[in-house]
């Protein structure tokens, strides 16, 4: 028994736990991690995988499901630039101005948060639909939103445009103004003190933002399936295909869509990973406090 | 800490002007409340001037509005006699310190230094060689050449405070405004930071104008002290001028004007209980008043005229001095005495007289 003890003494650091509990704390860590992220997502690759690769392909390439994801992309490439912008917009006016109704912005910024996704593709129907407020208007000028690739971007807006907002404000309120003023009084304008000082003290957390809301973009169901009207190959997103495909039994070309999900979500955490570790050094020395 | 001063920047050369910063009846309102409320200074070219007060006061706010930070809401201000009451910060070539430093985290040293003369809008721009000549003469000039590849949170406090110095000076200010510049560092570093101020304010003569509370830095440093009391000046002046003649009661008291006692103007004399103080300042002419005697102002004395009885509550030896807390009927009166030169130290309780050297006294 003196042996562990005179160890204890000799040197080990008041915060090191014993061997026992770091093993514990670490398999039940990972054991979570395994049971309810690793085994689901193995779980998608074999059964999209489970008759093979050229089935899976065949899937991946069949028209409609070629569509749904062309259609995924170009939501997200329409939707995530115009959030990032809002965001960016939206967290500058809340955390650098004081302004008559910044906190009423505030709480409107978390709406689609608190709100029933199903609800907020409801909305845009009931505006735009043909019984909708905009209705008829829309219809004598030849305009679709509402079971359209429009309404679709709009409905993925709504639902996504809290990340970068939401990200960014508790951020740019701790980094204060102080560095913008000292731009300014060294002759910076407006635009430079945007680009050369706010834009990079706050890009980790913006491409933080950006990913969570692509991801999302990418992702959404409920708002997207009340606008899209379900029109296959022209208005079904890829998560509004995997449910039409497993609705049918046909389970391998659902995993198969649902697998390609998956890699891009997979994809997009590798990207950020990868700043992470080429700008690594950076990143330690400007976001390390005293 | 004698570094080799680069000759002085072109701008000092330009033609002479007397005053290089001229302040009318400026007021700032928040709200309701006025920060500033109608201050008239002049600060000379070249001149090194303190703006001294309380949490408050709207030294701050003053500087903010020299600096073009925070524009007056009446008054004129103008800077090298150009009208600067509106123009935008980036127009009046200032120079601004801030309290934090305020270094731009993502930027190493070199960088921070670099910024003003990458964003001019001078044209043709400064080319890439002259702006690493001139960063790398600054950072000299700051003692901080190794380092010019380090971001800021990889430096002491003392170091950022240098770094955000040279940044200023990079732009060739026509006044460098510094907010509560030694506000964040500890005592050592501060006082050698002060020293180094100065060495470089003589070297450069930039007019240079710095915010404090601290009314010793503001006495050590500053050519002229502004002192500052709920957004108006109470007095202006060189150090000796503030502390051998506080104006007022404020300023007397915010430069360690020591024990306040109640007193009787009686033929140029105020008389404390039944001793008479000479007064060094202009007092009222009579009647019941406030006498404020420093703590160095206040002697033992055994016996003689004009001596008062107090009772020693507390003794503490602090370095070379004694400080005395000492009870004069209920009111709490504090002395430093000499530990040299005090052959027995009192002890708590004993009765001792008190010899009061001189007195500046204000209307209760």
New interface residues.
């Given amino acids: 028994m003196s042996g562990p003890v005179t160890q204890n003494r000799a040197g080990r650091p008041a915060l090191a736990e014993p061997l026992w509990v770091k093993a514990l704390v670490m398999l039940l860590a990972l054991g979570f991690l395994g049971f309810f992220i690793l085994l689901p997502l193995a779980g998608v690759f074999t059964e999209a995988l489970r008759r093979g690769l050229s089935t899976y392909w065949e899937a991946l390439v069949e028209p409609d499901a070629f569509a749904a994801i062309k259609l995924t992309l170009l939501v997200a490439v329409i939707a995530v630039p115009a959030n990032m912008v809002f965001g960016i917009a939206a967290a500058w006016a809340i955390t650098k101005h004081k302004f008559p109704g910044k906190s009423l912005l505030l709480t409107l910024i978390d709406l689609p948060f608190s709100v029933s996704p199903v609800i907020s593709g409801l909305v845009y129907v009931l505006l735009f639909g043909a019984h909708g407020l905009a209705g008829p208007w829309l219809r004598d000028h030849g305009i679709q939103i509402v079971f359209a690739v429009p309404g679709l971007v709009l409905a993925t807006m709504f639902v996504t445009f809290p990340f970068v907002a939401r990200e960014l404000i508790p951020l740019m309120q701790a980094q204060g103004s102080d560095e913008e003023e000292a731009a300014i009084t060294l002759g910076a304008s407006g635009w430079q003190t945007f680009r050369r000082v706010t834009l990079p003290n706050i890009r980790w957390g913006l491409l933080y933002g950006v990913l969570l809301c692509n991801a999302r973009a990418m992702g959404e169901f409920g708002a997207v399936s009340v606008v899209s009207g379900h029109i296959r190959g022209e208005t079904n997103t890829m998560p509004l295909h995997v449910e039409i495909l497993y609705n049918e039994y046909n389970f391998v070309a659902a995993f198969a869509v649902a697998s390609m999900l998956a890699i891009l979500a997979l994809v997009t955490l590798l990207a950020k990973s990868l700043l992470e570790w080429r700008h690594g050094a950076e990143l330690a020395a400007t976001t390390r406090r005293h | 800490m004698a570094p080799n001063w680069p000759p002085p920047p072109a701008a000092i050369d330009r033609k002479r002007i007397i005053m290089s910063i001229s302040i009318k009846s400026l007021t700032k309102r928040f709200g309701g409340f006025a920060a500033v409320d109608g201050i008239d200074l002049d600060i000379a070219n070249g001149e090194l001037m303190a703006l001294l007060g309380p949490s408050g006061s709207g030294k701050t706010t003053l500087l903010r509005m020299i ?3 925070d524009f007056a809401d009446e008054g004129t201000l103008l800077i090298e006699g150009e009208e600067a009451t509106v123009t935008a ?2 127009a009046r070539r ?3 310190v ?1 309290q ?1 430093y ?6 190493t040293v070199f960088e921070n230094v670099a ?2 003369l990458r ?3 001078r044209k043709p721009k400064l080319a890439e060689a002259a702006i690493k000549q001139k960063v790398m003469d600054l950072l000299e000039l700051v003692q901080l050449a190794p380092l010019a590849g380090r ?1 800021p ?2 430096l002491s406090g003392g170091q950022r405070q240098r770094v955000a110095l040279a ?2 000076l ?2 060739e200010p026509r006044v460098l405004l510094l907010d509560e510049p030694f506000g964040a560092l500890d005592a050592k570093v501060r006082k050698e930071l002060r020293r180094w101020l100065r060495d470089i304010h003589k070297g450069m003569g930039v007019t240079t104008v710095f915010v404090t509370h601290d009314q010793e830095e503001a006495l050590e440093l500053a050519d002229r002290v502004a002192i500052l009391n709920k957004g108006r000046i109470e007095q202006v002046g060189t150090p000796a001028e503030v502390y051998d003649r506080p104006a007022s009661a404020f300023v007397c008291d915010f430069l360690g004007g020591g024990t306040r006692l109640d007193c009787q103007v009686e033929g140029g004399a105020a008389l404390i209980g039944n001793a008479r103080v000479p007064i060094v300042n202009a007092a009222p002419a009579g009647g019941k008043a406030i006498a404020y005697i420093r703590a160095h102002d206040i002697e033992l004395a055994d016996g003689g005229p004009d001596i008062l009885q107090a009772r020693v509550r507390l003794v503490q030896p602090v370095g070379p001095q004694l400080r005395l807390d000492l009870d004069f009927n209920g009111q709490v009166v504090e002395a430093v005495l000499d530990r040299d030169s005090t052959q027995t130290a009192p002890v708590p309780g004993q009765l001792v007289g008190l010899r009061l050297r001189q007195a500046n006294v204000y209307a209760g």
């Fill in positions: 600096g073009g930070l910060p980036h200032v120079g601004f801030f934090h305020a270094l731009f985290r993502h930027m910024f003003g964003v001019a809008r971001y949170n990889q940044r200023a990079a732009t």
